[in-house]
């Protein structure tokens, strides 16, 4: 059963559609930031622009290792996973990555093929849960969007490791 998240009463001032972006750009962001691998490194985040990576994932390496091409997906599901966490419709795919197509190049065998869409349902869900049990950071990266219109990786790590402090603070 998915919980839909609302938005909280203090958000209200925001422009609704301002929150939302943010909120569904920071999902994707604090994704790639918890799966510390190389082509999931990224350079900065933006309002306007998404999340923008170091590096493109290469083919052949996401076909040779399903762990990689998993946790790649999964990023590139975030802002989709978000959506539906928020119970609102998942937006189009403004730049990011593309999680079908890159599924897509990586599945080789017609077997696997068959099932794309089971596989991108599960991969979203473990998005979802993932998303779930660390919304706070969403949240904060989210409004650091909001505030400044960009974070560079060293901010956005650190406004993820003070929502996780906090939570461990008021978690013991």
């Excluded at 925001?14 to 604090?30: G, H, K, Q, T």
């Excluded at 609102?88 to 068959?114: K, M």
């Excluded at 089971?118 to 969007?145: I, K, N």
Aim: charged residues 20%; aromatic residues 4%.
């Amino acid at each position: 059963m998915t919980k839909a998240f609302t938005t909280p009463a203090h958000q209200t001032q925001i422009a609704p559609d301002l929150y939302l972006r943010s909120v569904l750009i920071a999902a994707e962001a604090v994704l790639a930031h918890l799966h510390p691998r190389a082509p999931l490194r990224f350079v900065c985040v933006a309002l306007d622009g998404g999340v923008t990576f170091a590096a493109q994932p290469h083919p052949q390496a996401l076909a040779m290792n399903r762990g990689l091409l998993e946790d790649v997906v999964l990023v590139a599901l975030g802002r989709v996973a978000a959506a539906r966490l928020l119970a609102v419709v998942p937006p189009p795919n403004e730049g990011g990555r593309d999680a079908r197509a890159l599924l897509a190049s990586a599945l080789t065998q017609p077997e696997e093929a068959e099932v794309q869409e089971a596989y991108l349902a599960v991969l979203e869900a473990r998005a979802r849960a993932t998303l779930r049990r660390h919304w706070a950071e969403v949240e904060v990266v989210a409004a650091g969007l909001r505030e400044h219109g960009t974070l560079d990786a060293q901010a956005t790590a650190h406004r993820i490791s003070c929502a996780q402090g906090i939570r461990r603070t008021l978690l013991n």
